[in-house]
C-alpha cells in the first residue's frame, strides 16, 4: 500500500495514497480518509482539551487518527477500534510511529461497546451513525460524539431513507441545515432515554457535508425526562414563511394563521439549545494553547454558535424577500430593525442568510419590505 504522510495539528501520520483525479478521492483509497473533515477532528481535540475525559474510544478508526489527535495533542489515554485488517494494520503503523501509548483492538464497534464501557466514545461513521447510536448509549461512561454525512435523508432531500433511519419526518425547508441536526440529535435522544439517562448538548453544530454532535450522557430517570421535555415539532407551512413549535412526542393539528393552510408537522426533533455557552467559552480561551490546522474557522464559527438564540429554526432572509417581492436590505440592517422593533435577533452558523429570532412573520414582513 502506498502512503502519504499527513500532519494534522502537533500529529503526524500515514493515510494510503488518494487519486486526486478522482471525482471523491478519499473513496479510491482502501482505507478512508478525508481531509475535509479536518475542522471536524480539529473540534474534537479542542473540546476534550477542555472536558478532559478520563479515556476515549475511536470506535471506527480507518487511518486512527482521531484517537492519535486525541492522545498526542490532549494527554488523554485513547483505544482506537476498528474491523478491517487492512486499518488495522495501518492504525499499527501510524500509533508504532508516534511512539504513544494507544490501545488497538480489532472488532465490531458496536459489540465493543457491548462490551465495554468509555469515558467518552466518539462515532464517526462513513454516512449514517443510526446503527451504532445505541451501542455507543450502552458503552459511553460521559460524554459521546457522533457525526452524520448522511445529511440528504436528515434534511430531507431523501425522505424514505430518513424515515427508515431516523424514524423521523423531515422536511426540504429553506433551513434544511438546521432540520437535519436536530433530527439527529432528536433520534439520539430516542435512544438514549430507554435506559433512564439523558443528554446535554455541549457543541453542535452542521457543516458542508455532515452533522456532528458533542454531547454530554447524564444518569437517572429525571435527567432522561427532562431530556424528553426538549422533544418536539416545528410546523411549517407549505404556502409561506410561518412556523412555529410544539414540545411533545405527537404532534396535533395546526393552521397557518397567514393562509389559513394545514402545517405540515417536521420531527420529532430536538427544541431548544443545542450548546453549552459556557464550554465554548472555555475552548475559545484554550485555542491560543492549541495548534489548528482550522483555528482561523473555528475562530468564526464557535462565537456564532456561542450567541445564536435558541429558537430551533431560521430564517433565510433571501427566501423572505423573495416571498415578498422585494430586494433584501444587508442582513446586519435588517437586524437592526428586528432589534428595533423590539425583538432579538442573531445570523447563525447554519448559514450565511439566515436569520435567527422570535419576531412574528408580520414583524419580519414589516422590516425586510421597509423603504
Request: hydrophobic share 35%; charged share 25%; proline share 7%.
Amino acid at each position: 500500500m502506498d502512503l502519504t504522510e499527513i500532519t494534522e495539528g502537533r500529529t503526524t501520520f500515514f493515510v494510503p495514497a488518494q487519486d486526486t483525479a478522482a471525482q471523491f478521492p478519499p473513496g479510491s483509497a482502501p482505507i478512508f480518509f478525508n481531509r475535509r473533515m479536518e475542522l471536524n477532528r480539529d473540534a474534537t481535540v479542542l473540546l476534550l482539551s477542555v472536558l478532559e475525559p478520563s479515556e476515549y474510544l475511536d470506535a471506527m478508526g480507518a487511518t486512527g487518527v482521531r484517537g492519535l489527535r486525541i492522545a498526542n495533542e490532549c494527554g488523554i489515554p485513547a483505544t482506537i477500534n476498528d474491523r478491517e485488517p487492512e486499518a488495522i494494520e495501518l492504525i499499527r503503523t501510524n500509533v508504532a510511529r508516534s511512539g504513544l501509548p494507544v490501545e488497538i483492538v480489532q472488532g465490531d464497534a458496536s459489540a465493543l461497546l457491548s462490551e465495554r464501557a468509555f469515558d467518552a466514545v466518539d462515532l464517526d461513521p462513513f454516512g449514517t451513525p443510526a446503527p451504532f447510536i445505541d451501542a455507543g448509549i450502552r458503552g459511553c461512561r460521559r460524554f459521546l460524539s457522533v457525526t452524520a454525512t448522511d445529511t440528504a435523508p436528515l434534511c430531507g432531500a431523501h425522505l424514505r431513507a430518513g424515515k427508515r433511519r431516523y424514524f423521523a419526518h423531515p422536511m426540504n425547508t429553506e433551513y434544511h441545515s438546521e432540520v437535519g441536526l436536530r433530527i439527529l440529535l432528536g433520534f439520539v435522544v430516542r435512544e438514549t432515554v430507554k435506559y433512564d439517562r439523558g443528554i446535554e448538548p455541549l457543541f453542535c453544530f452542521a457543516r458542508e457535508h455532515f452533522d456532528r454532535l458533542h454531547l454530554r450522557i447524564l444518569r437517572g430517570a429525571e435527567a432522561a425526562d427532562r431530556t424528553l421535555e426538549r422533544i418536539g415539532f416545528i410546523h411549517q407551512c407549505r404556502k409561506c414563511p410561518y412556523r412555529s413549535e410544539e414540545k411533545g412526542m405527537v404532534p396535533t393539528d395546526h393552521v397557518c394563521p397567514d393562509c389559513s393552510e394545514p402545517l405540515q408537522p417536521v420531527g420529532p426533533l430536538w427544541l431548544g439549545k443545542i450548546q453549552k455557552n459556557e464550554i465554548l467559552d472555555q475552548m475559545l480561551a484554550q485555542m491560543d494553547g492549541m495548534n489548528l490546522g482550522t483555528g482561523k474557522q473555528l475562530e468564526k464559527l464557535i462565537p456564532l454558535c456561542r450567541d445564536e438564540l435558541p429558537t430551533s429554526s431560521y430564517y433565510d432572509y433571501h427566501c423572505l424577500a423573495k416571498c415578498y417581492g422585494c430586494s433584501p436590505p444587508e442582513i446586519l440592517t435588517l437586524l437592526h430593525r428586528i432589534h428595533e422593533a423590539g425583538y432579538l435577533a442573531t445570523r447563525t452558523h447554519f448559514s450565511g442568510y439566515g436569520i435567527k429570532t422570535e419576531a412574528p412573520v408580520d414583524i419580519l414582513r414589516e422590516v425586510i419590505l421597509r423603504k
